[in-house]
């Protein structure tokens, strides 16, 4: 304590001098110009680095427990138990490794440790397991619940261990645990914010544990998230698996597709996820962009509401499906960038099946089976669609090759949300509906009685359906999985439940001055992987 009082009274002395002008001895000095100060130099602000995403629709909710509907924001917000690499292969996620018995009953998930939660929370095995029973909780109705419907239960075996068990060999299991419906969600922040708390949950809470955290969402113009900077255990298929180089992401929804073009023109957004036909080549041709094209695990077809007159006829869906000119549409509508659909599953898919008679253009023969059926004259039904511009032109091409065997139609069109309550509410007739999905488990999805009356908006409730899809789903291998839907394909297309159309191409296009590192994912159009995506200034 003396010697600070010491150094503080001669600090007072040589400031005091200073101020009088004299040195220390007392002689009065020339006071000397002030030497301009050298500013220290300043680093520049870092610029905020923000990608912009456009999509064409979203979905009203983003509480994947309860909706039917996700878009890619899930696989960035959330992680999964188990991931898909580039080329589609199970790598770990969540769980570091798994182990499966013998009888195909019993899988062993070794979760990672270290993981937590946006809300701080650890992921552990207990908050998978929550998950897992959240989704096969009655109350909360959820439509995923088909995906754990062989899962009798699970168990805590320690913090990092869990046991799932099985009613059934269930060798598919991996699928479901990947898929954009399984992000593993905070059990604390769902309990607050979900249907038993303030019900925010999926609208202005969303809490998972991926590269991103959900920040706002306003409805019909953009969803914002912005960086997890402790996000450091990105799956081992990615360059970068600490926090990503993105600060934030904002996705703005513009039902729109020439208004997506030229926002990505100006430079306003700098994805699109899906580029309408139209404007390939003119984006193609543009040297501020990229464009990506690729096969696409998808299928875009004409659905009938099979338990209303006349659909209720296989004759008139027979009919329905051989009034169709699918490679006149392929090339009008689409031009050349899809494949005419011969069947009900994407040809990139092991499962698929082919039937080319069945989906031939006959409109004589059309015309028979209408007769055959009790209409002659053919009838009159609504067409509805969502109003994306392909699916719109799709109609009226659809439209007019129907009036030739005289099924008069009258369009309706929907945006997005409009079009999921249509279905949802049972008005529809004729429709228009385009899926992307990786999985031959969709036919599950839309076609199982179980999943009447939505995501089952074809309204098909059918015992042998039910039968073939458990037979599938249950079978002892992959191998054997396979098979069973083949099996199931070749009735399906006996019943015409469906009219395959077109199978789409996946083209996006990237503005390439301002992105480095986009690579585009082969399975569904939302899903992105931005781990190793940067933005140049």
Known sequence: MQKRATVFLGCLLVLSLLATGCA??????????????????????????????????????????KTSWTTGIHFLVFDTVVTTDWDLKYKPGIAESWEVS???????????????????????????????????????????????????????????????????????????????????????????????????????????????????????DRMVLAKNPDYNWGPDWVSNRGPVKIDKVVWRTIPDSSTQVAELESGNVHVLLEVPIESVERLSNNPK?????????????LAFATDKKPFTDVR??????????????????????????????????PEYVEDKAAHTYDIEQAKKLLAEAGYPTGFKATLATQNKAEHVRLAEVIKAQLDKVGVKTEIQVFDSAGYASFLKEGKQELFVREYSYADANILQWFLESGQFPYPNHSRWKDQATDRLIKEAETAASLEGRTQKYKELQRYLIDQAVWAPVWVPMKIQAVRADKVKGWRMYPQTIYKVVLNDVDLVP
């Open 102 to 220: 013998k009888d195909g009953r019993v899988w062993t998930f070794k979760i990672r440790k270290g993981m937590t939660f946006h809300d701080g929370t650890p992921v552990n095995a207990a908050a998978v397991k929550w998950f897992f029973d959240a989704v096969l909780n009655p109350s909360y109705n959820s439509p995923s619940a088909v995906d754990y419907e062989y899962m009798r239960n699970s168990r805590v075996v320690d913090e990092y261990t869990l046991e799932v068990t099985l009613s059934d060999s269930f060798p598919n299991f991996l699928s479901p645990l990947a898929s954009s419906y399984a992000g593993i969600i905070s059990r604390e922040s769902y309990q607050k914010y979900g249907p038993e708390g303030t019900k925010e949950y999926g609208t202005a809470k969303v809490v998972g544990s991926g590269p991103f955290k959900f920040v706002e969402w306003i409805p019909n």
């Open 24 to 65: 220390p001895g007392g002689k009065e000095t020339e006071k000397p110009a002030p030497t301009p100060a050298t500013p220290t130099p300043q680093a520049p602000p870092q610029q905020e680095k923000v990608l912009v995403i456009a999509q064409s629709r979203e979905g009203d909710n983003l509480d994947h427990i």
């Open 316 to 349: 008139v869906r027979k009919a329905l499906n051989l009034a169709l000119n699918r490679e006149e549409i392929v090339h009008g509508v689409f031009r050349d960038l899809a494949l005419p659909a011969y069947g009900y599953l994407p040809p990139l898919m």
């Open 289 to 301: 962009v990229q464009v990506f094209k690729g096969p696409h695990f998808g299928l875009g077809y």
